[in-house]
């Protein structure tokens, strides 16, 4: 019999650290500027890493909530940028949700005076000219899997037509991540809710993805069947250890799954319930899941073969299980194609960047 070779790529350089306490195993020897979130990084952290950075950390911004927007960014470059001048191999640390890791990356590309950071965030164009700083990145929430990914969204909310930038520059994994779960545990219960959906997000979207390999399905099925089985132990029970410190680990093989195929069209409908809506992230992607999951398994053998795996015995590849789990942790799933408007959104957010990674065809 004839065997079947498969090629396979997969490239992701960030050196992870990953447990309990790996935030108390810190070291650093060389100049550091910290962007912190002021909700993450409160009480004992704080004065752990104040402590921790001494002499190191030249500088500290705070990052007091919100979107990760093009003038919060540029914000934080005015204010690091001369720091980072100083020092050429001054490191970028980042402490917290996936807001303040994005903006982070946009912070470590340092670029001269007299070119306009916004132009170049929002054309994804680096100039000849710029100084790369090495990043390192801390997650205080289990969702955005932002540390593992070399993308950022940065929300361009002052231009004409407010909208969402992915600032996708050559080169912008971080050289480390550090996750330590732990540092999740004093969110809110909300918080973490919509972290775990987006973290499902992100197994599910990696699966019905034009770029699904066997190693990025292996890693999104397993986060995919945790955050099913962990997160309602955790609404339940919010002391819960173990369901925080699996929603971690969740969190972070679905970054890595998504950190080769990119996402698809759940997270290309959310960007405007988050705009329109200001739903949290989490929230405005979940709302899609159980459409487009059933869109996936209309379309795709492949897609049913992964999609059975997650709630086994379904007599319908989970597509009611999904929408009973979806109503059961409080969101409720929104359906487009009852109507013509909602149809119309539909093929629209096909065609977009993140649509045409969907490997289903709209029925
Ligand atoms: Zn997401």
Known sequence: MASQTLHLSWHNPVKISWGCGAFNALQFNQPLVLIAD??????????????????????????????????????????????????????????????????????????????????????????????????????????????????????????????????????????????????????????????????????????????????????????????IAQLPALLHCDENYEAQTELARASLLAGLAMSQTRTALAHALSYQLTLDENLPHGHAVAVWLPMVWDIAIKSSTDCQKSLSQIFENSSDFGVTEIHQWICAVGIEPRELRTTDAGRHQLINELSSARGRNFLGTYL
């Open 38 to 227: 002021r909700g993450a990084l409160g009480g004992e952290n704080e004065k752990f890493l104040r402590g921790l950075l001494e002499d190191h950390c030249k500088s500290i911004a705070w990052f007091e909530g919100g979107l990760a927007s093009v003038e919060k960014a540029k914000e934080l470059c005015d204010c690091l940028w001369p720091v980072l001048d100083q020092y050429p191999d001054c490191l970028v640390l980042a402490v917290g949700g996936g807001s303040t890791l994005d903006l982070a990356k946009a912070v470590r590309f340092r670029l001269p005076s007299e070119i306009s950071a916004e132009q170049v965030w929002r054309t994804n164009q680096l100039p000849d000219s710029f100084h790369r700083h090495p990043l390192w990145l801390i997650p205080s929430t289990a969702g955005t899997g932002s540390e593992v990914t070399p993308w950022a969204t940065l929300w361009d909310t002052l231009a004409p037509q407010p909208q969402k930038l992915s600032w996708s520059p050559t080169n912008g994994f971080a050289e480390r991540a550090i996750i330590d779960p732990d540092l999740s545990r004093s969110c809110p219960l909300s918080l973490s809710r919509d972290c775990a959906l987006d973290s499902l997000a992100h197994a599910l979207e990696s699966l019905w993805n034009i770029n699904r390999t066997p190693i990025t399905e292996a890693l999104a099925i397993e986060a995919a069947c945790t955050v």
